[in-house]
C-alpha cells in the first residue's frame, strides 16, 4: 500500500480519538454484550417498574412494592448489547480522480469512523469493494496497521456485493463510503447492504472536480475503470448539462435512502482533509464528542 495512504489512515485514527459513534442502539439484538441499549433486557441496571402479567418471570417480582400497595409489579432492567459496525469501502478507479484527494479522503473517514467505533465499544470489521467485496487486511484493529488497500478496480461497489456470500458481523450498523458515482439502481444495492443490518449509513464524499469541473475547450476524458477514451469539446452549457446530470443522480440516490429508511451524506474530499470539518456527522448525531 502507499505509504501517504498510511499516513491518511493514522492521521484519520488520530482524530476520531475525540469521538465516539452515537448511535442509537434500539434496534441491536440484546444478549450478552457490553453496551446498554434502550430496550428491557437482562443487565443489572434498573430501568423502570411496570403490573404483572401473567407469563412474567416470578423472580423479577418486587415485594418491597408489594407490601407497600399491595399491587404485584415487576422489575424491568436494559438490555445490553455489543454493538458492531462494518465499513465498506469504494476501491473502485473513480476514488483515485488524478488531482482529487477522494483516495485519500476516504482512507482518513474510514479511520477516523473506526476510530470513534471503538471509543464507543463497537466491534469493527473493514471491507474494500473490488472485483469483489474482500476484508481489508488487518481491517478489524488498528487503522494504522490496515493493509493491502488500494483504488483500482474496476467493478463498482454494487457489482462487488452482487457475488458476496458473507460475512457482515451479525446484525451491525454498515457504512458505506463512496462516491457513488456508478450506474444502476441504488435501491437494489441498500438492499443488499442493508440484509440482516441494524441500520445503513451512507457517505457520498466527492471530489471538487466532481462538483465543479473547470475545464473549458478540447479534452480527452478517460473513464478511469473501463479505459474507454473519449475526445470532447466542453463549453458552459456542456459543463452545465454535467452539473444537472450529476444532480439528478444525488437526487436519485437521496429518493432510494429515504424510501429504504438509510441515511445518506454527502461530502467533499478536499474539505473534509483541510479542515477536517466533521459537522455534518455531528449534525446527525452519527458521533459525539468525547
Known amino acids: 500500500m502507499r505509504n ?7 492521521t484519520g485514527a488520530a482524530r476520531g480519538a475525540g469521538f465516539a459513534l452515537a448511535l442509537q442502539y434500539g434496534n441491536f439484538n440484546g444478549g450478552s454484550g457490553f453496551r446498554l441499549g434502550r430496550r428491557c433486557g437482562s443487565s443489572l441496571e434498573f ?73 464507543a465499544g463497537y466491534t469493527v470489521q473493514s471491507w474494500q469493494s473490488r472485483d469483489q467485496l474482500e476484508p481489508v487486511h488487518n481491517g478489524s484493529g488498528d ?21 458476496f456470500r458473507g460475512g457482515f458481523l451479525h446484525q451491525g450498523v454498515r457504512i458505506v463510503l ?23 449509513i451512507v457517505i457520498q464524499l466527492l471530489a471538487a472536480a ?8 478540447n479534452v480527452r476524458l478517460t473513464d478511469s475503470e473501463t479505459g474507454v477514451a473519449e475526445e470532447l469539446f466542453l463549453d458552459a452549457p456542456a459543463v452545465e448539462r454535467y452539473r444537472s446530470a450529476l444532480a439528478r443522480h444525488r437526487q436519485q440516490w437521496s429518493n432510494a435512502c429515504r424510501e429504504a429508511g438509510v441515511m445518506m451524506i454527502t461530502m467533499t474530499a478536499e474539505e473534509l482533509l483541510a479542515q477536517w470539518d ?13
Open 4 to 10: 501517504e495512504y498510511r499516513q491518511y489512515l493514522r
Open 47 to 119: 430501568m423502570e417498574h411496570r403490573d404483572y402479567a401473567p407469563g412474567d418471570d416470578l423472580r423479577r417480582l418486587d415485594w418491597n412494592v408489594y407490601a407497600r400497595t399491595e399491587r404485584l409489579t415487576v422489575k424491568l432492567y436494559r438490555e445490553e448489547i455489543n454493538p458492531r459496525l462494518d465499513l465498506i469501502v469504494d476501491g473502485s478507479a473513480s476514488m483515485a480522480l488524478p488531482g482529487s484527494a477522494k483516495a485519500e479522503a476516504v482512507l482518513g473517514l474510514a479511520a477516523f469512523l473506526a476510530a470513534a467505533a471503538a471509543n
Open 143 to 163: 487503522p494504522g496497521r490496515w493493509d493491502h488497500l488500494t483504488f483500482d478496480a474496476a467493478s463498482s461497489p454494487a457489482e462487488a456485493l452482487s457475488g
Open 178 to 200: 463512496s462516491d457513488l458515482l456508478w450506474n444502476g439502481l441504488p435501491a437494489h444495492f441498500l438492499g443488499k447492504i442493508g440484509a440482516g443490518s441494524a441500520g445503513v
Open 210 to 217: 466532481d462538483l465543479n469541473p473547470g475545464v473549458i475547450g
Open 278 to 290: 466533521v459537522q455534518p456527522l455531528l449534525a446527525r448525531e452519527i458521533i459525539r464528542a468525547i
